[in-house]
């Protein structure tokens, strides 16, 4: 085939990728509302929590773990419940119903009047309290759903086009990645697409274990160190949905790009770059540079760092396994014969 013939062959492939790209976006829409909800449940889980330990804290627990503690700490957890102190006006003091005024409604179809109370009803009652330090205060419990906030009237919507066109590209991506594999396939010998099928499993098995460590383990701990920190800092938290859904989306991705280490490695040493010893006795500074592309594909925090640094400490020990016990085959473009 001719150059042009090449290109003319790679947009064909990419074109019936598309197509079946955006028949994933129809149905991804269709989910996209449930996928929004679900990714906000670990921020619910971890700003609830955050404010039970610091509730109690403030109350004066100093073990939180303490065993006796526990049913008051699940109770305000599952219920999303705060500590507030408020002061008691004297009932005396209090506004009478009478005393209320009603407000023009300007929707002439609503049944109840709105009430509220007159700037001078508020300067006499103010008049009227006694010395501050005779007010009693009162501890009570409030209710607190924790949410994220969005700052544009076409946010909420891109997010919901975004969550559609990245649930429509996994339940696409079969079809997708088949179109171009057969580009691809078109100019590889018989073995080399041998290793293709064998390896590519792999492939996906490191892809979705990064993923499932990600957002199922390490995004709850990631979080839980954030609002600490910023609960340190006495900096008040009111997430914004853009920020959070690009975080829960790039913290699960970076980590399984970098659970593909041990392919990389494999990779690297079958076409002669590096070899096994290389691997084994250069593992110090592969430790450094583990740690800088740990804090390269996380967000700005140490605890997602370093869990994903350490996994991939072991991916790369199982990366130079693989280098030395894995049967060495044909290389790419070679057309001897191929033990495998």
Not at 314 to 319: A, D, P, Q, R, S
Not at 333 to 339: C, H, I, L, T, V
Request: charged share 15%; with cysteine; hydrophobic share 50%.
């Amino acid at each position: 085939m001719t150059f042009g013939e090449h290109l003319e062959e790679l947009r064909g492939s990419l074109v019936k990728a598309i197509i079946w790209l955006v028949i994933g976006l129809c149905f991804g829409l269709l989910f996209a509302n449930r996928v929004v909800r679900y990714i906000q449940s670990p921020l619910q889980g971890a700003i609830q929590q955050f404010n039970a330990d610091r509730d109690l804290t403030n109350l004066g627990y100093t073990d939180l773990d303490a065993e006796e503690i526990q049913p008051l700490r699940q109770f305000l957890m599952n219920s999303a419940l705060v500590w507030e102190l408020v002061y008691e006006i004297p009932e005396e003091l209090q506004i009478s119903p009478e005393a209320v005024v009603p407000v023009a409604d300007l929707d002439s179809e609503a049944e109840a009047p709105q009430l509220t109370v007159q700037p001078h009803q508020m300067r006499e009652l103010l008049r009227q309290l006694p010395d501050p330090e005779l007010l009693k205060p009162k501890l009570q419990l409030r209710q607190s759903k924790a949410s994220v906030s969005s700052l544009k009237v076409e946010e909420s919507f891109m997010i919901w086009v975004k969550a559609g066109l990245i649930v429509g590209a996994v339940l696409a991506s079969p079809m997708i990645l088949y179109h171009l594999w057969t580009f691809v396939a078109a100019g590889l010998h018989s073995h080399e697409r041998r290793y293709v099928y064998l390896y590519l499993p792999i492939s996906v098995t490191l892809f979705c274990s990064g993923v499932i460590l990600a957002f199922f383990l390490v995004l709850h701990y990631v979080l839980t160190f954030l609002l600490t920190f910023n609960g340190g800092m006495d900096v008040a938290v009111e997430p914004r949905l853009t920020y959070y859904v690009n975080f829960v989306l790039m913290l699960p991705l970076g980590f399984g790009v970098a659970f593909q280490l041990p392919l990389v490695m494999l990779f690297l040493q079958r076409i002669g770059i590096f070899e096994t010893e290389a691997y084994i006795n250069s593992w110090r500074i592969a430790t450094l540079v583990i740690f800088i592309m740990s804090m390269l594909l996380t967000p700005a925090d140490i605890t997602s760092m370093i869990a994903l640094a350490l996994p991939l400490m072991v991916l790369y020990f199982l990366g130079i396994v693989m280098c030395k016990f894995i049967p060495r085959g044909r290389g790419m473009g070679s057309a001897a014969y191929d033990p495998a």
